[in-house]
């Protein structure tokens, strides 16, 4: 079939490599002609797509890439995996409106536009669909198949790999369910049909919501036991002993990434302009996680006091900048906060970060260095963000005058945990 994804990020370029390899013709649209002039060098930006792998579809001619609207005509099934952001708490929703525009100008009888971009509840049936049938000309449900499917990426995942995690799917009626469910299944090796859109648009943002509201508790608790004298991490760790009724979260510096910081908001947005009444859970999780690099920078302005020194003029060096471990993300990463808070308090603030793609170093808001025994031991507090498995975490823990921890894997006479 001829497949067409549209929006090549950390979404659209797995699925289209992954449907390229099971057989299908894709080409992988996006706005961005840079972009796209990498993916067709075969030079991939995204971790889950090497740039070999890349190369591979490439070169039999089962995937292109291109900015190039023109090239959509035909098309069997077109995936929509752009962007979703919040703007002054609303959401962005541009992003689905354009590529919409643009697919309709192509759609044909026959064809499926499936939503994969995370949204709130009702965005597939009330925002995509009639955009597609006033610039087509088509009646969705007799001319053309509509749906949504919820994507579930998690970068760098060690056990659940893109094909291997079950898939959501979901269409306007039985006849876009079966087309999308056929689709879906050659490309994931489990796929979970559900009975309208709405329903999956909803169960991915209960699965972020889920997530953002447990890391909130644990996030607050964790500032309130250091004061009460009780090790949070040591009382996970029993907590987790109990085999039911009990899923293991950790402290942290706050939330990042394309999901946690975003996707419950939209919710909490929907039941307010719908309802008029607030998602309090969700709401106040945001409220805990936001406040977090705040809490950071509290614990080190108080350790650095403690030592005689001031947060003025003392030397700085967060480690591990990216959302994730091991990742390259830098979206919605808690450490930009952080060391906005401390520059702005007058600290001398440096970075380590081997993850982070030469591209990318343009996005950070402090100078890169490396985690090197002779940075570590000229700080004046290291700061563990993030523990990518690159970092040598013995010499850290014995080298550095002051550490604070965010990840409880550090040991010495001058280690702090969060």
Known sequence: MHIVVAGQGYVGLPLAVRAAEVGHRVVGYDVDPDRTRRLTAGDSHVEDVPSPRLRAVLDTG???????????????????????????????????????RTLGEYLRPGATVILESTTYPGTTEELLVPILEKTSGLKAGVDFHAGFS??????????????TTPKLVSGIDTASLDVIKTFYDGIFQTTVPVSAPKVAELAKLIENTFRLVNISMINELATLTDRLGVNIWEAIDAAATKPFGFTRFTPGPGVGGHCLPVDPLFLAWKIREELGEPFRFAELAHD?????????????????DQRGKTIRGSRILLLGLTYKINATDLRESPSTRVAELLINLGAQVHGADPNIPDGDHTKLNVPLVDASEEEIAAADAVVLLMDHATFDLPMIGEKAPYVLDCRNRLSGPHVETL
Not at 72 to 90: N, Q
Not at 290 to 302: I, L
């Open 150 to 163: 919820p994507e579930r990426i998690a970068p760098g995942n060690p056990r659940w790999s893109f094909e």
């Open 62 to 100: 089962a995937y292109s890439a291109t900015a190039d609207a023109a090239t959509l005509a035909d098309f069997d099934i077109a995936v929509i995996t752009v962007p979703t952001p919040l703007r002054d708490g609303m959401p962005d929703l541009s992003f689905i409106e354009a590529s919409a």
């Open 288 to 304: 805990v996680n936001r406040h977090m690099p705040h809490y950071v920078v509290q614990r080190v302005t108080q350790a650095l």
